[in-house]
């Protein structure tokens, strides 16, 4: 069995940074692609915010290009999304993602860690 385990939210003002983790753990043989999402409160849909693939490429949606900055360690089976700059609309629950390969792929998710910017 396979383990993500989100942590590094908060509360913060406008425009202070947050780092959050996402680390992976159990019978990881590797790991492919990883993903951020975020869902905000009041039923909004998940949306996906970040992914970053084993060869280290990367892409963002535009609402975080230019403030986030995804990385993973393959070593410690860890992603990390670096959030600066953070706005209002940026609260929500963040959760990880990853397509992990322990004898075939299967898609993981977190549990989610909230973060949660004030004006």
């Known amino acids: 069995q396979v383990q993500l385990v989100e942590s590094g939210g908060g509360s913060v003002q406008a425009g202070a940074s947050l780092r959050l983790s996402c680390a992976a753990s159990?019978?990881?043989?590797?790991?492919?692609?990883m993903r951020w999402y975020r869902q905000a409160a009041g039923g909004k849909q998940r949306e996906w915010v970040s992914l970053i693939n084993s060869d280290g490429s990367t892409n963002y949606a535009d609402s975080v290009k230019g403030r986030f900055t995804i990385s993973r360690d393959n070593a410690k089976n860890t992603m990390y999304l670096q959030m600066n700059s953070l706005k209002p609309e940026d609260t929500a629950v963040y959760y990880c993602?990853?397509?992990?390969?322990?004898?075939?792929?299967?898609?993981?998710w977190g549990q989610g860690t909230q973060v949660t910017v004030s004006s």
């Open positions: 159990g019978s990881v043989f590797s790991i492919s692609t």
């Open positions: 993602n990853a397509e992990v390969y322990s004898g075939t792929y299967v898609t993981y």
